[in-house]
């Protein structure tokens, strides 16, 4: 896996003063292909005796990566240098997961092995279909993910050895291969339909429509127009540099987990609201706004500090520009009700309105809020007859190749330890203890 060169060589230091004492000491500076420079502290511990706060890690670098690189104040992102904008339009999904995976664009060859070998690969254990059966028909489709993608590790015991580079290939490409088929069949399993197979004949958008929407008991023809609907939104949703259920999955990897386990544990720190959750609220926001004209009372709402709502799909830490990814799927979702010859949605409507009241109202601009990957997910999803409770499971689906090659990224870098940040302790200092029949 290609890796960028470390820029690590330059002399440029930063000297720290502490007021108290004025005693000083230097720390390096480090500075990747793009991006600002940063500050190396790894030593500030051992040099002054202090460390830092960061809560929300809002300023901290946990990592070096050569995967994908976000510059948030103009909305732009690269995955190994290509646009997304270029990627969403010209390249297709197993191209952009050879691509994280590997680091370059596959040639004709490379990419007909690869696309082989995942579709190789997307059956899963017929013992793993009885997993499904624990678990209540009502169960949200995300738990039965964190559930039985945390299972894999029980199956597949020959590409559990993360020491072994051909073992995590086949177990990253077993995970990319087989989320479309859970994720299928955690569908199946809630509307009590049986489960599809994998077809081979079937690119991998198409294959997972065909599990999803399919019934044995007639064919089911993939439109193209969706199948390329999907496969693109799989591409906007493939990876995000060090958001939190990436940082998540690199903490678990950090220990030495297993990527199965690794990647439940991703899929699980997705699910909250504030992350991967938000494409199901949005549309519950929607749901609950209505009509236009309570577009306004809804935003009093959201900018009342003394109120919880927030505005679902807005907002994000590193863009304070428009969220590329929220073009292309705004521009998608026209595509898609045209093709389905939806002539009005109301919900595409509304949503719009909603947006441009937002960036043209001051709470919005002064915090520099946009949609976000989320804001318009939903609508396309929804009309293409995906539930609400699938949302965020097929962004789990298509963020998994991401966390699979961030993970791989960890486990390949020799300056990697166990994650595991500091504290400020605020609770009681030590005291003695009191008998039971002591205590008041
Ligand atoms: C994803 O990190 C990634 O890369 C994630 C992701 C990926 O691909 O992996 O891009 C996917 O998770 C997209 C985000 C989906 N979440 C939502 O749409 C939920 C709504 N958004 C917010 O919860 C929020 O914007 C976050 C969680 C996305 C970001 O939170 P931050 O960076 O901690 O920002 P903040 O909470 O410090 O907000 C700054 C200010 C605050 O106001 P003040 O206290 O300064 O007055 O902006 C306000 C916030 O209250 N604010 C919002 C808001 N988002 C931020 N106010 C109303 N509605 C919002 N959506």
């Known amino acids: 896996m290609a890796k960028a060169p470390s820029q690590k060589g330059s002399n440029e230091t930063v000297t720290l003063t502490d007021n108290a004492t004025g005693k000083t000491a230097e720390f390096p500076l480090l500075k990747g292909r793009l991006g600002p420079k940063v500050i190396d502290i790894r030593s500030l511990y051992a040099q002054t005796g202090y460390f830092t706060y960061d809560p929300g890690y809002t300023a901290t670098g946990s990592t070096e990566s050569s995967i994908t690189y976000i510059d948030g104040d103009k909305g732009v992102l ?18 952009v997961c050879y691509l994280l995976l590997k680091g370059e664009l596959p040639n004709k060859q490379q990419k007909e092995e690869f696309e082989h070998t995942i579709t190789h690969h997307t059956m899963v254990h017929e013992q793993l279909t009885q997993f499904f059966r624990g678990f209540r028909r009502d169960a949200h489709p995300m738990a039965i993910m964190c559930g039985v993608v ?90 995000h540099e060090q958001n939190a259920s990436t940082s998540t999955v690199r903490l678990a990897g950090s220990t030495g987990a297993n990527p199965f386990a690794c990647i439940a544990a991703g899929i699980a720190s997705l699910w909250g609201p504030a992350h991967g959750g938000a494409n199901e ?31 679902m799909g807005f907002g994000h830490r590193v863009y304070k520009n428009y969220d590329p990814r929220a073009k292309v799927l705004q521009k998608s979702c026209h595509a898609v009700l045209k093709e389905l010859k939806i002539k009005n949605e ?92 002591k205590r008041r």
């Not at 490409?173 to 509307?191: E, G, Q």
């Open 150 to 239: 945390g299972a894999l590790s029980a199956f597949y015991h020959d590409s559990t050895d993360i020491s072994d580079p051909q073992q995590r290939m086949v177990a990253s490409y077993r995970l990319v291969a087989k989320m479309p088929t859970i994720a299928a069949m955690a569908y199946k399993f809630s509307v009590g339909q049986p489960f599809m197979y994998p077809r081979n004949d079937l690119k991998y958008a198409a294959n997972f429509l065909h599990m999803m929407f399919g019934v044995p008991c007639e064919d089911y023809e993939v439109n193209p127009v969706l199948a390329k609907a999907m496969d693109r939104i799989f591409i906007l949703h493939a990876d």
């Open 346 to 437: 109301p919900l595409l409507d509304l949503a719009m309105e909603l947006e441009n009241i937002a960036l043209s109202d001051n709470y919005f601009v002064e915090r520099k809020l946009f949609p976000n990957v989320d804001f318009y997910s939903g609508i396309i999803l929804k009309a293409m007859g995906v539930p609400t409770s699938m949302f965020t499971v097929l962004f789990a689906l298509a963020r998994t190749v991401g966390w699979i090659a961030q993970w791989n990224e960890l486990i390949e870098d020799t300056e990697q330890k166990i994650g595991r940040p500091r504290q400020i302790y605020t609770g009681k200092g030590r005291r003695k203890y009191v008998p039971i029949s």
């Open 78 to 95: 690269l995955h190994r240098g290509y646009s997304i904008e270029e990627l969403a339009e010209k390249s297709d999904y197993m191209e």
């Open 281 to 311: 609220a949005v549309l519950a926001m929607l749901g609950e706004i209505g009509d236009r004209k309570n577009i306004k009372g809804y935003l009093a709402r959201v900018k009342d500090r003394k109120d919880p709502t927030m505005l």
